[in-house]
């Protein structure tokens, strides 16, 4: 649906809760709100004019049962959230990602740090799998849509709700096929290699864009090597690696489907005599190999610290994990130690990751710091759409 609440109401920033706005951040939490009775009966998903005293901020989300309960969409206070407002943002971030890839397979939208606060699409070329994480964009999902299929030209689009921050802003969970077909998993090239991607019943939107350089940096590095692979997903960086002239590789996922997925990779890429899949939970796998070399080892798990509350945990895991891995790693070969968590920060990984390496016997350097692929760009003011780190290890 269009906005076309007239008069819009205004919501209000405490008083001197606006320091962060006012350095360029644009959420406002719900303890920086003035919640009075007519701002806490808005609908979740009002467009608001969001104000600090007198002074008008712009446009905003307003949900009254979110912790993100203000999100800044527009400079304009009255601008009209619709879908001519979409496709402005949407032409926008194409004409960024057409520069950058020479196939229509990225992520499209990523969310803040493409002026669309919760609202994240991959495409998958003819096929455009979205997810609407933000009750404002739950509730334009019609003009999103419209405004997308303009934009891109994409017939098919599959809206992928079943994200767990959904939840917190009073969402239901769910999958479907919106628009148009998508049957299958569908082909996606990638660093001279192709993976198979699975918008419905895949995790996520099927396929992580966000590795794309971090793929392409280890399999520099793997030309001839045996390359082990742990939480592969659906080839990760183990295909990128037999495209780059690596010997064989061990793909390890607790997920059987995802290995499915792989090995229809390694198939479609011509490399499956060299890629053997293994599923297991990885420490386990780990703990089976003792004794085992390899050139490369590569670990690139799920979120161990999704949050503030589990960092302390989420980095004995991972300090767990670069301890078991790090035996497994040849002299003079690589260990790619991967963390999606935005609430352990690049330092506070790279410490966690040393002190496994050093408590397993091994020393070595740290020859490269990765992150996400340009697709996926960071908000200036929100450390949060800044999440992925891949730090690269010559072991001795």
Known sequence: ?????????????????????????????ADEIAMDRRTKALAPGSIVRLAEGER?????????????????????????????????????????RERLYDSPHYRLVHA?????????????????????????????????????QEVTGA???????????????????YTETARGTVDGSLPVPMNGATYMADLIGGQKTGLFYDQRPNHAFAARLAGG???????????????????????????????????????????????????????????AALEGLAGE???????DPPAFAPNKGALRNGLRAYEKLARLAAPLVEPGGYLVLCSCS?????????????AGILAAGRHGALINSGRAGPD????????????????????T
């Not at 994240?120 to 003009?143: E, H, K, S, T, Y």
């Open 56 to 96: 008008m901020l712009g446009t905003a989300a307003f949900n009254p049962e979110s912790q993100i309960a203000a999100r800044l969409l527009d400079p304009d206070p009255e601008a009209e959230i619709g879908r001519d407002w979409f496709a402005a943002r949407l032409r926008a971030a194409l004409s960024l």
């Open 155 to 173: 017939a098919n689009i599959v809206v992928n709700a079943a994200s767990r921050v959904r939840t917190l802003e009073g969402l239901s969970e």
């Open 1 to 29: 649906m269009s906005d076309t609440q007239s008069p819009r109401p205004t919501v209000k920033i405490r008083p001197g809760k606006g320091r962060r706005l006012a350095e360029g951040a644009p959420w406002a939490y």
């Open 342 to 354: 935005h609430a352990a920060d690049t330092e506070s990984f790279h410490r966690a990751s040393s």
């Open 376 to 395: 996926h760009p960071a908000h200036l003011a929100l450390p949060e759409t800044s999440y992925l780190k891949a730090l690269v290890y010559r072991l």
């Open 112 to 148: 803040e740090g493409d002026g669309l606060p919760g609202v994240v699409i991959d495409r998958f070329g003819d096929a455009l799998a979205l997810q609407p994480n933000a009750a404002w964009a739950d509730a334009r999902l019609a003009d999103l849509m419209d405004a997308a």
């Open 293 to 299: 070399r390899f050139g490369v080892v590569v670990s």
């Open 225 to 283: 090597a045996r390359v082990l692979d742990l939480f592969c997903h659906v080839g990760g960086f183990g295909l990128a690696a037999l495209a780059g002239g690596a010997e064989h590789v061990l793909a390890v996922d607790s997920s059987a489907p995802a290995l499915a997925l792989a090995e229809e990779g390694a198939k479609r890429s011509g490399v499956d005599a060299r890629f053997e899949t293994r599923k297991s939970d990885a420490f």
